[in-house]
C-alpha cells in the first residue's frame, strides 16, 4: 500500500496526457486543431523511386517522384499495375504497383512492423525522461503521448500528440486480439471510468512499455493483472 500510495499521487497530479490536450501549457507547442482526427498511416515504404500520377495510367500527369525510402499510405489496389496512394504531403494519386516500387504486399508485414516497434521502444529504456506535456526527441523528454508520437514516426506512422487524438487513430481491437505495436490507453485518475488520459505500446505478452511519472521515464507493465490491468480502457491499432 505504502509503495502504491505515492504512484497513485503522481498521477493524479501530473493527469499523464490528459484528454483535454496541451492548450493550456505553454509548452511551445503548435496549436492544436480543436477536432480530433484519426492519424493517417503510412505503412508502405518506397523501395525505388516512382511517379505518383493523377491517374491510374502512365499518360496520367506526374504529380512528383516519390524517392526511395519515403513512406506512403495505400488507399486501394485499383488493379495488377496500380495502387491508389497518399503521401505525406497530402497528395492523391497513383503509383506503379509492381514489386520493385513499394512493400505494399511485400516483405514489410506487419508483424516485423510490430516487433520493430516495440525493438525501437524498449532502445530508450533508461534514456527516456519523463515530463508532462512535453516534446523534446533531442533531449528525449516526453509525456505518454509524444513518446508513442515519436516512436511511431520511426516506423512510418504518424500520429498527433495527445491521447485525445490517438485514441481515435487506426481502429479498434480487443484486448484479448492485441498484438506488438497496438496502442493501449488507461484512465489512471480515481476509479476507472473509462477517462483516457494514458497511453502505451502493448510489447507481446500480456505487457506495455509506456512513458510515466512513476518511474520518471519507461516502464513495462502487465495488463494481465495488477493496478494497469484494472485502469486499461481500450485499444487501437495504427499497424
Known sequence: MSARKPILRQLMAFGLCAAIGFGVFNVGQ???????????????????????????????????????????????????????????????????AGDRYTTYGGSASVSSKGDRVVNIAKSYR????????????????????????????????????GTKYQKSAGSFVSKSNLRKGDLVFFDTIGSNNKAINHVGIYIGGGQFIHDTPSKNGLAINSLTSGWWSNHYVTARRVL
Open 126 to 161: 533508461g534514456r527516456v525522461t519523463y515530463k508532462f506535456g512535453v516534446r523534446n526527441p533531442s533531449k528525449l523528454i516526453f509525456d505518454c503521448s509524444s513518446f508513442t508520437e515519436f516512436v511511431f514516426a520511426k516506423v512510418g506512422v504518424d500520429l498527433k500528440w
Open 30 to 96: 503548435a496549436s492544436l486543431t480543436p477536432k480530433a482526427s484519426a492519424a493517417t498511416v503510412y505503412e508502405t515504404k518506397v523501395t525505388y523511386g516512382v511517379n505518383l500520377r493523377t491517374s491510374a495510367s502512365t499518360s496520367g500527369r506526374v504529380i512528383r517522384l516519390i524517392p526511395t525510402g519515403e513512406y506512403i499510405h495505400v488507399i486501394s489496389k485499383v488493379n495488377n499495375y496500380w495502387l491508389k496512394v497518399k503521401d505525406k504531403r497530402g497528395n492523391t494519386g497513383y503509383v506503379s
